[in-house]
């Protein structure tokens, strides 16, 4: 461990210190030249005795960050509020029938669904997030993130449906007070031809794509088809009485709402970014103590294993790797990488453990199986290497590969290990790949994956 000055500081840390009942984590605050913990003053002398690292330095600027946030937080809540009751109030306040009751509620339904959707591309989570991972196969952060369209680089669909949503909101609002709402009508029932290919585009990208789906972006297309039967059915209206001055009024609307949201999402985005970097200046990324103070609060994962198992023996099995990944996985490309890259450095003291989650009845378990087969047929490092390259092939070489796979005879007797391990992931909610686990205890997420190999040498020097 690198050597601190604890005279050096000032004001209040935490701190990793020893106890009667082993380490644990203390708020330490410095007066002068001494320190206090749980109203115990300690002399430098005293705390050096004890002290292990530290964890997390809070100065001035921190708490008056986090109180920043707190109070923003608070507006935002009551922003909110006001919003809903003032829209509320108007809509009583004013003559309108069912259907444009219902048209004003949809659009807020959608702003509500749209905003959502945003903030699962930059990673806030939310109460009605949990909606997105209600099976294996949705996922909205994976799908209004994913670019494997050039087309997604450039066009959101959370953005499209956002603007559409508060354009059409403002101008309910607006033109109800005058004759102009039927000639609003118009352009609304104009728009919607825009929002059939939209959707049908979003569909198919889920559908053939990406082969899951997003919940949000499922919402947001049956509350547009809601609208569509509200405008074609329920209300009339013809366009000898379209007129120029409403035409530019909802070009103007579209114009400052699309303006306005551009300004904000880039706001949004920077402060995200900041946050972002903020809290990753507070990891301690290397710090071993820290870490493995960490890892040993969370549970104990005993994964099946038997002779068909991938699994690679040490010479000192001095602690155990478990990885559970899928070698159609593009984010368990780096991992893998890292430990081909290092290998050579784990070998003598680490077992590693490969898991697949998958079941034998997916399309893919040819693939699966065949991984299972190379692993005994070979040493681990070859056998990974064999992995590794699959991972990194383009799209066209994989397809020949899971061709020549499936055009050859593959043992089923794996099968069994398979369907144990993804049973055991499915009841210990360890579906995502990958994740790793040292000693069968799970890899802190407050770490970044790509120091796995330096706390493996840790590990390995205790």
């Not at 109800?176 to 929002?195: A, L």
Request: charged share 20%; aromatic share 14%; net charge positive.
């Amino acid at each position: 461990m690198e050597s601190i000055n604890l005279d050096s500081l000032s004001g209040n840390f935490i701190a990793l210190v020893d106890s009667e009942k082993g380490e644990k984590l203390v708020n330490v605050i410095k007066v002068l030249s001494h320190f206090k913990i749980d109203n115990i003053t300690y002399s430098l002398e005293q705390i050096s005795k004890v002290f292990k690292g530290i964890v997390l330095v809070i100065s001035k600027a921190k708490i008056n960050y986090i109180r920043k946030v707190t109070t923003n937080s608070i507006v935002n809540i009551l922003t909110s509020f006001s919003i809903i009751t003032l829209t509320i109030c108007l809509l009583f306040l004013r003559s309108i029938n069912f259907s444009i009751g219902l048209l004003i509620f949809t659009s807020i339904v959608g702003i509500y669904l749209s905003i959502e959707v945003f903030r699962q591309t930059i990673g806030e989570k939310s109460i009605i997030s949990g909606l997105c991972n209600i099976s294996l196969n949705t996922d909205c952060e994976s799908i209004v993130t994913s670019t494997k369209w050039k087309l997604f680089e450039y066009i959101s669909f959370g953005d499209l449906a956002l603007v559409f949503f508060i354009v059409q909101l403002t101008l309910l609002l607006i033109f109800d007070y005058s004759t102009g709402i039927e000639q609003v009508f118009i352009i609304y029932k104009m728009g919607m031809w825009i929002t059939f290919p939209v959707s049908i585009v979003s569909i198919f990208y889920q559908w053939k794509i990406e082969e899951r789906w997003c919940i949000l972006c499922l919402s947001i297309i049956l509350i547009l088809n809601i609208q569509c039967i509200l405008l074609y059915v329920f209300i009339d209206s013809g366009l000898d009485n379209l007129t120029i001055p409403i035409i530019l009024a909802i070009v103007l609307v579209l114009l400052i709402v699309l303006f306005a949201w551009k300004r904000i999402k880039k706001l949004k985005l920077e402060l995200t970014s900041i946050k972002l970097n903020q809290i990753k200046a507070l990891r301690l990324s290397k710090n071993f103590s820290f870490f493995k103070y960490i890892l040993h609060q969370s549970l104990f994962y005993y994964f099946p294993r038997n002779e068909k198992s991938i699994f690679y023996k040490s010479e000192n099995s001095k602690h155990l790797l478990t990885i559970i990944t899928s070698p159609l996985c593009g984010h368990c490309r780096a991992l893998h990488l890292n430990l081909a890259k290092n290998f050579k450095k784990i070998c003598k003291n680490i077992d590693i453990h490969i898991v697949f989650n998958t079941d034998t009845y997916s399309n893919d378990i040819n693939i699966y199986r065949y991984f299972h087969f190379l692993s005994l047929e070979n040493n681990f490092e070859k056998f990974h290497d064999e992995y590794l390259k699959f991972m990194l092939f383009n799209d066209k070489d994989r397809l020949m590969k899971i061709h020549e796979i499936n055009n050859n005879k593959i043992d089923k007797s794996f099968d069994n290990i398979i369907q144990e391990q993804r049973k055991f992931c499915f009841e210990n909610d360890t579906l995502f790949t990958p994740l790793i686990f040292i000693d069968n205890q799970k890899y802190p997420s407050e770490f970044d994956k790509d120091h796995l190999i330096h706390f493996l040498l840790e590990f390995s020097e205790a």
